[in-house]
């Protein structure tokens, strides 16, 4: 990873410094670009919330071969990891690679290692057409924005006819400044015109950018088979907490409703182990990814997945979880 990472900074010059911790600090403001809006809070909470959450380490047990794998959206995975759909390869990230090589080399990687990647969408066209090419010779999950009536039918279409499982909005990016800086109409969507949404897609649909439980509900209301809890890596509204924050709150409102996946700050094994004891079913991982697939490309991906893989196992042996299922509140410590 030492490599992947040490080409990654050189070909994101300008745009990600690829940080010893990827926390939002250096890169506050940096929207367009990889960092978190306005004064980085949202994305610096993400990161703190996780650092501050820790893990009771429980040794006398048998649990010394965790099976990581999961079933979460009808999807077999080989542990609880996705990669989070980003796109916006040039001005994001500096363009040294196309949105092409981009999303396959994320997709690859995931497909290789027998977990899955999302891709997202936005301006212009060619980032939801390199994704949906990618979805379809590889696999993977297609996020489309909350654009208006006519546009967001017609990409969900589109998105349908990848033949991907499931399909997934990222309600969130109403909020999002590139968008708005060229014009282009997203918003809100109330709970009639959200289940207007999902009912027209075939495929199970997951709702990204939840961060509280009430919106939860709405999404459950509406017939969502998912939910994200993310605050798009804090990219839309400054000051919002971190996504590990509101998480057991959630988790109490809609566990078993409906599947729930958590992204914003999760750079480890032992961060997503955290988001399992604090009730995700899964977990996405954005920037990571972006730094291992411009570093390495396939390769990369691959790598870091290895790397996360190697950490989890461990983080599962050292508080007693011979299963995924097994993380709950029973290895995070709490003072008292
Ligand atoms: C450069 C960049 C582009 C992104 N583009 C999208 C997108 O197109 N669709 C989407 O749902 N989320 C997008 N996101 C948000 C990610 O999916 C994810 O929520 C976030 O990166 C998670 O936080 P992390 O990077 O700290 O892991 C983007 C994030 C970044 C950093």
Request: proline share 5%; aromatic share 4%; glycine share 14%.
């Amino acid at each position: 990873m030492k490599e992947v990472r040490t080409h990654a900074r050189e070909l994101m010059s300008g745009f990600c410094r690829v940080c010893p911790i990827c926390n939002g600090k250096a890169c506050a403001g940096e929207v367009p670009g990889m960092g978190g809006l306005g004064t980085g809070a949202s994305f610096m909470n993400n990161v703190a919330a996780l650092a501050g959450v820790r893990f009771n380490m429980r040794l006398v047990h048998g649990a010394e071969a965790p099976d990581m794998s999961v079933e979460v959206l009808g999807l077999k995975l080989a542990m609880p990891v996705l990669a989070a759909p980003i796109g916006g390869v040039t001005f994001n990230m500096g363009g040294k690679i196309t949105e092409q090589e981009y999303v396959d080399a994320v997709l690859g990687g995931c497909a290789e290692r027998g977990v899955l990647g999302c891709v997202g969408d936005g301006v212009p066209p060619f980032i939801h057409e390199s994704g949906f090419a990618a979805v379809k010779a590889l696999g993977g999950i297609p996020f489309i924005k909350p654009w208006e009536d006519k546009e967001l039918f017609e990409k969900l279409d589109r998105a349908a006819a990848t033949g991907a499982p499931v399909i997934g909005m990222d309600i969130d990016a109403a909020g999002l400044v590139t968008l708005r800086l060229m014009g282009r109409p997203v918003g809100p969507k109330p709970l009639e015109k959200l289940r207007d949404i999902i009912s027209h897609v075939s495929a199970r649909f997951v709702l990204k950018g939840i961060m509280t439980p009430d919106d939860a509900m709405r999404a459950v209301e509406a017939g969502a088979a998912g939910i994200v809890v993310s605050n798009h890596g804090g990219r839309v509204l400054d000051h919002t907490p971190g996504t590990a924050e509101v998480l057991p709150a959630i988790a109490a409102a809609v566990k078993g409703k409906t599947a729930i996946l958590v992204d914003g700050g999760v750079r480890t094994g032992g961060d997503v182990l955290k988001m399992l004891a604090l009730g995700a079913d899964a977990v996405m991982i954005g920037r990571p990814f972006s730094i291992a697939a411009l570093g390495g490309l396939k390769d990369g991906v691959v790598k870091y997945l290895d790397q996360l893989k190697g950490e989890l196992a461990q983080a599962m042996i050292l508080t007693g979880c011979a299963r995924v299922s097994d993380a709950g509140p029973q290895i995070l410590f709490q003072s008292s």
